[in-house]
Nanobody, 124 residues
């Protein structure tokens, strides 16, 4: 079992930066591939980025490629999402997710563990 808690959301102007964190409980964090998803009101939960359990493989949604960076520190049981050059369309609740597998994917129904979400609002 893994429990996930996000932090780092907030209000930022367009062009600014934020770093989200996802703290995980448990002693086998490195066994879990992790990902970030986001959801805006009235829309489906969209894939943002994923990272393998060892942190050696990452992939991103086209909409954030080159602006966002996913990373993890297995010694600290924490995953991060560095978000730069933020746009108003990045406004959403951001969720971290975990799956007990070595590699991540962009399909939300493959993830069995979810955080409660953190709001990111980008003003124009």
């Amino acid at each position: 079992q893994v429990q996930l808690v996000e932090s780092g959301g907030g209000l930022v102007q367009a062009g600014g930066s934020l770093r989200l964190s996802c703290a995980a409980s448990g002693r086998t964090f490195s066994s879990y591939a992790m990902a970030w998803f986001r959801q805006s009101p009235g829309k489906e939960r969209d894939f943002v980025a994923a990272i393998s359990g060892r942190g050696d493989r990452t992939h991103y949604a086209d909409s954030v490629k080159g602006r966002f960076t996913i990373s993890r520190d297995n010694a600290k049981n924490t995953m991060y999402l560095q978000m730069n050059s933020l746009k108003p369309e990045d406004t959403a609740v951001y969720y971290c997710a975990g799956k007990n597998a070595p590699y991540g994917s962009r399909w939300y129904d493959e993830y069995g563990y979810w955080g409660q979400g953190t709001q990111v609002t980008v003003s124009s």
